[in-house]
């Protein structure tokens, strides 16, 4: 079994609406072991509401947290992260220095959609190419304009994105027609890293195993492997990924004769 790589979960205490305390972020550490991760981005907001959550911070939190956990002997490696907020001023904020890329490689970029509504990433996944650096869509499966829009989902992959999707909505889709996006999606390889956006130890759990479990039955072990594992691992150490090109249609030839 590959150790699972967290692409999205906050660990910074104090920093977010993640963990409130330093114990709080160990227990979500400790319960990450046990869900079978040996990676996790050490991550925290970017957006307007925590103005202090700086890289130069993100980064000094990050390696206080990877200090105690060889301390404490916690087979875990953290990599410090921005959850970043798009907005018009996302590239300027790239530039001046202000937000932290995932595991500091200054080679992908984890964003969110702004409270205000869904914005095109193109723009921006356009501008940071020619600087080497590509954009994670964080728990993608949150935007009904990206999951029920499986062209737009192929142009931002096309342009160099990854499509991030939570474990535990996975593990339990809230209803039916969201199952069958995410099912079409997973099929169609729409999916590539697994984050648990796990914020605590009493509530938003840091839950990966079932989500696993449920990729696993759609798309087959070796590929929920890649997915829950090998991409993520690779994102967060600053290795190259090269993922295969989707396929809309979603479907092989032997899938299609079965309905499955
Ligand atoms: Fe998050």
């Not at 972020?25 to 996790?40: N, P």
């Not at 992959?157 to 969201?178: D, M, R, S, Y």
């Not at 390889?189 to 990966?208: K, Y």
Request: charge should be negative; glycine fraction near 10%; proline fraction near 7%.
């Amino acid at each position: 079994m590959i150790p699972f790589a967290d692409t999205h979960v906050h660990l910074l205490a104090g920093l977010d609406d993640g963990p409130p305390t330093a114990d709080v972020a160990l227990a979500m550490c400790r319960m990450l072991v046990t869900e079978g991760a040996r990676h996790a981005t050490a991550l925290a907001h970017q957006n307007p509401g925590y103005p202090a959550n700086t890289a130069d911070h993100l980064r000094s939190a990050a390696a206080a947290l990877a200090a105690t956990l060889g301390v404490k002997k916690i087979p875990l490696s953290v990599y410090p992260t921005g959850e970043v907020m798009l907005s018009a001023n996302t590239l300027d904020e790239w530039r001046s220095g202000m937000l932290m890329s995932v595991g500091d490689h200054k080679q992908w970029l984890l964003v969110e959609m702004p409270y205000s509504g869904f914005l095109d990433a193109m723009p921006l996944a356009e501008a940071l190419k020619p600087e080497g650096v590509r954009l994670i869509i964080a728990h993608a499966e949150r935007y009904p304009e990206l999951l029920d829009d499986l062209a737009l989902a192929q142009k931002w992959i096309e342009a160099g994105c990854l499509l991030q999707v939570t474990a535990h909505a996975l593990a339990e889709p809230w209803e039916q027609n969201f199952e069958l996006a995410l099912k079409r999606w997973a099929k169609g390889g729409f999916i590539h890293l697994l984050g648990s956006d796990g914020h605590g130890i009493d509530r938003r759990r840091p839950v990966l195993a079932l989500g696993f479990g449920r990729l696993a039955k759609w798309v087959g072990r070796s590929r929920a492997e890649q997915i829950a594992g090998v991409w993520g691992t690779a994102v967060l150490q600053g290795n190259p990924v090269t993922v295969p090109a989707p396929q809309p249609g979603g479907h092989s030839w032997f899938s299609r004769l079965f309905g499955e």
